[in-house]
């Protein structure tokens, strides 16, 4: 049965200021599991609302879609001051503020960090930039991976650096300001009363504030290379899609596809070779041991690859496969998707609006399972300032300028088809909307 957040415990309330991908990112992830997400928008809307093809069956950026499931959208223009005044409501009264404009601009709407934490001691306040509180430059992915090293280590050796086929370092930044923000909910709530009491009066435990920027992490993300840099004083080189420190582990080609060979040990080496019909390069002094295969990868690589092109790449798998060598077909998107169905993993949802049936959002799934206590489903995307009602700014909003009443029908649970390739026989999870408020 899906989670829905439950009427009796208090939801986690999150003022989003956030735009684009890394925070958009992490608070989907909140509003997955159960948090009343109020996403604040410009009268223009999210940059991403119109960075399209492609979009859905309604013409909607799925850019936007991608991250905005399961939040309320409101228009609230901060170059005004009535626009300032209903935002700064909202944060004064959220668990948690997430934004990510460059560093400054909060301050200069009086939407700031020490502002709203003098008004609001619990507050989580999350900020996302580029490269850090001190830096003004723009935080967009692509120049992360460029001036982080990333491009420099990604790429066909003899080719020029590429970027990576999504806007990773933004998904990395928004996994790492959800961490933050969950760490410093934790401790907020560890304190409790007693922690508190004397800075922020009694009740009310001090939040805190978290800061995360682009750069810093895609260099913790280099991980090994970065190490192997620090190490050394080397930069390393681009290798396609070898590895610096593993072989064979790396891209092949069979009869008819590539496929990729993970191996990881000695035994996977001679297990491979066997299989292969060359049980003697096991034996070879150049290729004995990890280190000795990467030393010799040059002539280890097309000694492999003239094996593995007398079968099918879909032959190679399942013979490595069966046999504990790591092993698989480099698949397209939609291939991905049909083979974690195959693998029993519900990868897709739909949600359903529950005042327009016709309006439906086909989603990733989220990746995390809380056992007995799955994520939800319950609002698609929402359009502009779709939710203007005057819920969104607490109790005594009713009063507020240009303020009125929104409720939606209850919704309806309906399956949804599954994803392939080709239209396939219902199978797949469909959420509905509910009201939230």
């Known amino acids: 049965m899906p989670h829905e957040p439950s009427a009796r415990a208090p939801r986690l309330r999150v003022a989003d200021f956030s735009r684009v991908l890394a925070g958009p990112y992490a608070t989907m992830m909140l509003a997955d599991f159960g948090a009343d997400v109020i996403k604040i928008e410009s009268p223009a809307g999210d940059d991403t609302r119109q960075w399209l093809p492609p979009t859905d069956a309604q013409g909607a950026s799925t850019y936007f879609g991608a991250v905005n499931r399961n939040k309320r959208s409101v228009v609230c223009d901060l170059g005004t001051v009535e626009g300032r005044a209903a935002a700064w409501r909202l944060a004064t ?16 709407f009086g939407l700031g960090y020490e502002a709203v934490r003098a008004a609001n001691p619990g507050v989580v306040y999350c900020s996302i930039t580029g490269f850090g509180a001190g830096a003004r430059l723009p935080g967009y992915d ?59 009066g009694p009740g009310r435990a001090s939040g805190g504030r978290v800061e995360v920027d682009l750069l810093t992490t895609l260099l913790s993300a280099l991980t090994n290379q970065a190490a192997g840099t620090l190490a050394t004083g080397h930069s390393p080189a681009r290798l396609g ?95 991905a998707f049909a083979f974690a169905e195959g693998l029993g993993t519900a990868s897709v949802v739909e949600l359903v609006s529950g005042s327009d049936p016709r309006r439906v959002s086909r989603q990733v799934a989220n990746p995390i399972h809380l056992g007995d206590r799955p994520a939800g489903y319950l609002l698609p995307p929402p359009r502009l300032g779709e939710h203007a009602g005057a819920d969104w700014l607490g109790p005594d909003a009713h009063s507020a300028p240009g303020a009125a009443a929104s409720a939606e029908p209850a919704p309806v649970p309906v399956p949804a088809p599954a994803f392939r390739p080709t239209p396939a026989p219902p199978t797949a999870l469909r959420r509905t909307e509910q009201d939230l408020s």
């Not at 020029?160 to 709530?189: C, F, Q, T, Y």
């Not at 297990?271 to 002539?299: I, K, S, Y």
């Not at 097309?302 to 790449?313: I, M, Q, T, V």
């Open 93 to 108: 009264t959220a668990d948690v503020v997430v934004e990510n404009f460059r560093p400054g601009v909060m301050e200069r």
């Open 241 to 335: 899609n070898a590895h610096p420190s593993i072989a064979p582990y790396e891209l092949f080609a069979a009869s008819d596809r590539d496929l990729v060979i993970a191996v990881g040990t000695d035994s996977q080496f001679r297990t491979l070779v066997r299989l292969l019909g060359a049980p003697g390069l096991a034996t070879d002094p150049r290729f004995l041991g990890n280190a000795d295969r990467v030393r010799h990868r040059a002539d280890l690589r097309p000694a492999l690859e003239a094996l593995l092109r007398a079968h099918p790449a879909a032959h190679w798998v399942d013979t490595l496969t069966d046999a504990g060598v790591p092993a698989g077909l480099v698949n397209s998107i939609s291939e």
């Open 142 to 200: 692509l120049l992360v991976q460029a001036v982080g090293g990333l491009m420099s280590v990604t790429g066909p050796v003899d080719g020029e650096p590429s970027k990576v086929g999504v806007a990773l370092v933004d998904v990395l930044a928004g996994l790492n300001a959800l961490s933050g923000i969950l760490l410093a909910l934790r401790e907020r709530d560890s304190r409790g009363d007693a922690g508190a009491a004397e800075a922020t």
